[in-house]
């Protein structure tokens, strides 16, 4: 409903089902935060990887940059949605981020597999940390976290496959079939 205070000013009243709390809220801007920041290590490591296999560590790093910048859309997105003001500043990242800070200087190409991996797995461990909390207040913004750690843990998984010697890393697999 829009009500007329005079010729130049409106006022706009709505009244939405559902508004995040100020904890759901948090979640979410924590969560942004950290997929900005994978979103530009994954720039900074792409410009600046070298080394073996850097051809398909720097396209993979693609994959990473696109599904980071497209996560964190969504998660604003849905801030909105939410009535909440997504915070994606440079100064925000850099201050709020919970992933390990990433060199600005070239890096080999099996140091830049453990440092994406790192990132990819704090991002996944916000998820994860916020996932009941958020499930409990908005299962529909814990459906996007879902969506969110499934593909995050995937690529963790296969960018570490690029270090891992079968059976003697860690963590070792857990084998069903040998049970």
Known sequence: MTETMD??????SSHPP???????????QALLVDLTDLHLQGKQAH???VGKNFRDLHLQLDEII????????????RMRALYVTPDARAATVAHQ???PAFPA????TAATVDLTVSALYAVSATARRI???????????????HGIIERIEQLAWMVDAENR?????????VNVSSR
Request: net charge negative; hydrophobic share 40%; proline share 3%.
């Open 47 to 49: 410009w600046n990887v």
């Open 66 to 77: 696109d599904d980071a910048r497209t996560f964190a859309d969504t998660v604003a997105e």
């Open 18 to 28: 559902f508004r995040a709390s100020e904890q759901l809220a948090a979640h979410l």
């Open 97 to 99: 981020s919970s992933l």
């Open 7 to 12: 010729r130049h000013q409106t006022v706009h």
């Open 105 to 108: 200087t070239e890096v080999d």
């Open 131 to 145: 996932h009941d909390d958020v499930d409990a207040e908005d299962p529909t913004s814990a459906d996007i976290l």
């Open 165 to 173: 010697t079968a059976d003697r890393s860690v963590p070792a697999n």
